[in-house]
């Protein structure tokens, strides 16, 4: 079956770096998606990683390793406002998205 | 661009009435149209996807008469809920894909705002 799974909480200090991981096993791949949610809003793209190595996209960067079926999302320099939900997401041979349970990341002053 | 909008933002309704949630691409034509629905601190679950002109695939579990999906043009998906229920309380969203004719990337899904339906 097609599966997603990335940790339910993670807390992390204000200025500091945090990593949050996400295997995958999915029926053919095309790809993988991080989202940003807020509570109460809808999701916001962040990154899509499609061949293996590291994205940097400002403070944010996401890496993928295809053999492996691993991404994970670094958040640098964290601020109040990046605490959210963040949703890994594997698009399977079908370009349907899989979708993960979310990390809620908790950023404390 | 890639600009998605739903209507209404917020929803309330009486038990047994039904409700109609619109979602619109303003600037780019979706060839492909998600519905899902997220409960209190749940992930997102996919209801239906929808191709313009042609009938949405629902999820297994979703009920197709009771969730009706129409995506009769290329910029507007409907989701009209039918004898709502104080359990199909919720917060409904759509996302929308470009296709690979256009400008845009045409695996990202853009998402709208989503709606929040409450049923009392």
């Known amino acids: 079956g097609q599966n997603i799974d990335q940790p339910t909480e993670m807390t992390a200090t204000e200025g500091a770096i945090v990593q949050i991981n996400c295997t995958y096993q999915?029926?053919?791949?095309?790809?993988l998606f991080w989202y940003q949610q807020h509570a109460g809003e809808a999701p916001t793209f962040l990154s899509y990683?499609?061949l293996d190595g590291l994205e940097e996209k400002g403070r944010f960067s996401s890496f993928l390793s295809r053999s492996k079926g691993y991404s994970y999302l670094l958040l640098k320099e964290l601020q109040m406002k990046d605490s959210a939900s963040y949703l890994c997401?594997?698009?399977?041979?079908?370009?349907?998205?899989?979708w993960g349970a979310g990390t809620k990341l908790i950023i404390k002053p | 661009g890639a600009v998605v909008s739903q209507h209404p933002s917020r929803v309330i309704c009486k038990s047994g009435t039904s409700v109609k949630i619109e979602c619109r691409s303003l600037d780019f034509q979706a060839t492909t149209m998600f519905w899902y629905r997220q409960f209190p601190k749940q992930s997102l679950m996919l209801m239906a996807t929808s191709n313009e002109g042609s009938k949405a695939t629902y999820e297994q579990g979703v009920e197709k008469d009771k969730f009706l999906i129409n995506h009769a043009s290329l910029t507007l998906s409907t989701l009209t809920v039918t004898s709502a229920h104080p359990e199909d309380s919720s917060f409904y969203i759509c996302?929308?894909?470009?296709?690979?004719?256009?400008?845009?990337?045409?695996?990202?899904?853009?998402f709208g705002p989503g709606t929040r339906l409450t049923v009392t």
């Open positions: 997401a594997a698009m399977d041979s079908n370009y349907q998205l899989i």
């Open positions: 996302s929308a894909r470009e296709g690979e004719q256009g400008p845009h990337s045409p695996y990202e899904q853009y």
């Open positions: 990683n499609v």
């Open positions: 999915t029926s053919g791949f095309n790809g």
